[in-house]
């Protein structure tokens, strides 16, 4: 078999605060606290969880854009925190990121042609500037958006359009490897539909894997091969999407996926929902043993002294639950009551 295009392996990014008061000590947030994970070439890996579970920071510390306290994340088969300055530019080529907000993302003084320009000048690629403007012209009929637009500046754009420049800019350098960081959730429903099938359709045609962060399942279900969802810093279940959605192994999983609006209203009024109780606990002090047993309709003592570890419950399913794989998960239909 070829070995995956990314593999992260028991990555941790800490980051220490100041106390309350000047006297009080530092404390240590772990925002990301040992995750460990594989991207297949072609794939669309899907990571969930609420906010503050430490998704974007995951997919920054991967970037090489905040600094990881423990652990590797291998691209091509080689560290990328080994890489020299000189070697992570080269590595940046391969792994580009489409941001979450299309405004704060994009330089308002420069205006389209300015921005998809400036991949090219910062890598020393296309020195002609025929051949740029022609690059730039293509990368503008690819993501739906007008060769008149060029000399706009982002403040004349819509939203949606905003994020098509993005795209593009993400694109000129033909990277391998794109984290998308919730692309689509600072825009409308309608737009994100239709962002959502250009990121599809650019997958196809320029064999682009995606490494996709986001808080709605809805919109990893339809996008996603593979999901591993966050809590608390933590990975606590992944598995192929399909067998995740339909009988999800660690009870967050299971609650987020009762939540999940059914567009049939019969049905709608049938679904049974689990509650959660009680917040999400501060990273700052996280509980001891399980992160989610405070809030577990499961929970036993075990569980609020051991921390569970990520096994395999079934083929290629991973969860870090000990109790619920025992019992019989409710697949998504069982979520619904009979009539």
């Known amino acids: 078999m070829s070995s995956p295009l990314l593999e992260v392996r028991g990555l941790k990014t800490h980051f220490s ?8 000590p530092k404390r240590t947030v772990k925002a990301v606290d040992g995750i460990s994970f594989s991207i297949e070439k072609g794939d669309t890996f899907g990571l969930i969880g609420e906010s503050g579970c430490g998704k974007t920071t995951l997919g920054r510390t991967i970037l090489a854009l905040e600094e990881r306290t423990e652990g590797d994340a291998i691209f091509e088969g080689r560290s990328i925190f080994a890489l020299s300055k000189r070697e992570l530019r080269g590595m940046r080529r391969n792994v580009q990121v489409i941001f979450q907000d ?8 420069m205006t389209v042609r300015q921005i998809l320009e400036e991949p090219f000048e910062i890598h020393g690629i296309l020195p002609s500037p025929r051949g740029r403007r022609e690059r730039i012209l293509e990368l503008m009929d690819v993501v739906g ?44 429903v309608s737009i994100q539909a239709q962002i959502l099938n250009l990121l599809q359709d650019l997958q196809r045609d320029f064999d682009l ?6 808080h709605d399942f809805s919109v990893v279900r339809h996008l996603c091969n593979k999901v591993a969802v966050m809590y608390l810093g933590r990975i606590v279940e992944l598995g ?3 067998a995740l959605f339909e009988n999800p192994q660690h009870p967050y999983t299971e609650a987020l996926l009762s939540a999940v609006p059914v567009p049939d209203p019969s049905i709608e009024k049938r679904r049974k929902r689990i509650l959660l109780t009680g917040d999400v606990p501060s990273p700052l002090n996280p509980p001891p043993g399980c992160p989610f047993h405070p809030r577990c309709r499961y929970a036993q003592d075990s569980c609020r002294v051991e ?3 990520l096994n395999e419950v079934r083929d290629a399913h991973f969860a870090a639950c000990p109790v619920l794989p025992f019992k019989d998960a409710p697949s998504a239909a069982a979520l619904i009551e009979a009539e």
Do not use: M
């Not at 819509?158 to 098509?164: A, I, L, N």
């Not at 894997?209 to 986001?214: R, W």
């Open 240 to 242: 192929e999407t399909d």
């Open 17 to 24: 605060v100041a106390g309350e008061t000047f006297f009080d």
């Open 307 to 309: 921390t569970p570890a």
């Open 209 to 214: 894997t995606y490494l996709f962060i986001a």
């Open 102 to 109: 299309p405004f704060s993302s994009l330089d308002p003084r």
């Open 145 to 188: 958006l007008p060769a008149a637009h060029l000399e706009r500046y982002p403040h004349q754009f819509s939203g949606g359009q905003r994020q098509r420049i993005g795209i593009a800019r993400a694109l000129a350098l033909n990277p391998k490897l794109i984290v998308c960081d919730e692309p689509v959730s600072a825009l409308d």
